[in-house]
DNA sequence: ACTTGCCTAACTAACGTTCGTTCGGTTAGC
DNA sequence: GCTAACCGAACGAACGTTAGTTAGGCAAGT
């Protein structure tokens, strides 16, 4: 195996409830699994016939184009993603900073246990055309819309001090994204770890420590 | 434009020392600008050639294959961003808050500054074989290991206060990552303003707040 | 009971295009 | 007249996609 790897999973994980029976479902996980280890581009259609045991036509039967299988993928992803996220938050009670931790235990919770959806989703978005795409980016802002809404509460109601809420937003949401390239069940640390270890660091990055330094930012 | 562009950056800016005169120059530019904004395998030979003003058969006067333009990309791009911080890890203090601090700023000021070079030297790395990697490879782990040391460093000395210190380098590292995709010139912040929020939020991120929580993770 | 017709899902074969790359020749400056 | 840079043309392979065909299941008509 080469030294480097796109991500350290090694097996496609489709949420439950699309894992099904039939061969679009089979193709949709062949895609996911080569389009998650070597990128869209990279990755030709024949490929995703081979890995699904199936003839490169048989693909055309069950989506219309390459791109399509893609659009689907990414999404199931942001749907998946979206969703859990609301749901944790929602669970969780009103205080801010009990919302932001349901938040970055559900996200990093989502990028460990679909890592190869998320690397898709995250990656190879870009590729969709603006039809394609709409449904996706229409969740992905609504997630990001989530975080912000949450964190300028905090911050309103004094739990939380940053300069820029936009950029708190980004660096959590950032270092989240990455969650699926490197973990894997056999890393050192439980899934559950690294969630909880991310949402304590959310909590420190959003609340100034004792010295009360608020993190404004430099002049221009 | 389409909604969904891979990074916001739209000019292509290699190291001023890459900048060299001839053909061979204007070919790795053009094929920073392709690969950055397409990816890799979504660019083709001819892309680059036209976009370096010059024809497909020149390509290789200078470069042996499509692959070795991306290896020296991406060695170019490593190499900048472990001298920049290593650079500047130096000469802060020996404190290593004021070491995090160096660190996070060089490192985000690396991916604002160059975030073409960024983008492909992360996100197409994985396309790179055992041989035409290896430098690379070598930089990368060099700069993680950098970090690395202060963290450890820190806690030792009582600065920090984590549970795993590769899980903090991993959520720093990772939240310097992203800048380089959303980050433009026209952003409402400026690189400075970035790179010195991140700094902060590193800091945060490394010491615990007055209430003493220290983010041990949950159990397994 | 048995043919007929249709549907689904898969197949074989091939379309035209584009890919990375090579080779032999042509130009331009010293 | 040499060297370095560049180009036109082409190679075989692989690309996404399409057309037409085959096999099996199942319900209706006789």
Redesign the pocket.
């Known amino acids: 195996m080469s030294i480097n790897r796109r991500l350290a999973a090694t097996t496609a994980r489709l949420l439950p409830g699309q894992k099904q029976s039939?061969?679009?479902g089979?193709?949709l996980e062949a895609a996911l699994k080569l389009f998650a280890e070597r990128g869209y581009?990279?990755?030709?259609?024949?490929?995703?016939?081979a890995a699904a045991?199936?003839?490169?036509?048989?693909?055309?039967?069950?989506?219309?184009?390459?791109?399509?299988i893609l659009a689907e993928l990414c999404r199931v992803g942001h749907e998946e993603q979206y969703r859990s996220v609301r749901t944790a938050v929602l669970a969780s009670g009103g205080a801010p900073r009990d919302q932001i931790v349901a938040y970055v235990r559900a996200h990093v919770g989502f990028h460990t246990t679909y890592p190869m959806l998320a690397v898709v989703s995250n990656s190879e978005l870009h590729v969709l055309g603006d039809e394609l795409g709409a449904a996706t980016f229409v969740l992905r802002r609504q997630s990001e819309e989530l975080m912000q809404d949450i964190v300028k509460r905090g911050i309103d109601g004094g739990a939380f001090q940053v300069a820029d809420p936009w950029l708190a937003v980004a660096a959590i949401g950032g270092m989240g994204l990455r969650v699926a390239y490197w973990f894997s069940p056999a890393y050192k640390l439980s899934a559950k770890q690294v969630a909880d270890g991310y949402a304590e660091f959310a909590l420190r990055l959003l609340a100034a420590g004792s010295d009360g330094k608020a993190g404004k930012g430099g002049s221009r």
């Open positions: 039939g061969g679009s089979r193709v581009a990279a990755t030709s259609v024949r490929d995703v016939a045991g199936v003839k490169p036509a048989t693909i055309y039967a069950h989506y219309p184009s390459k791109e399509h």
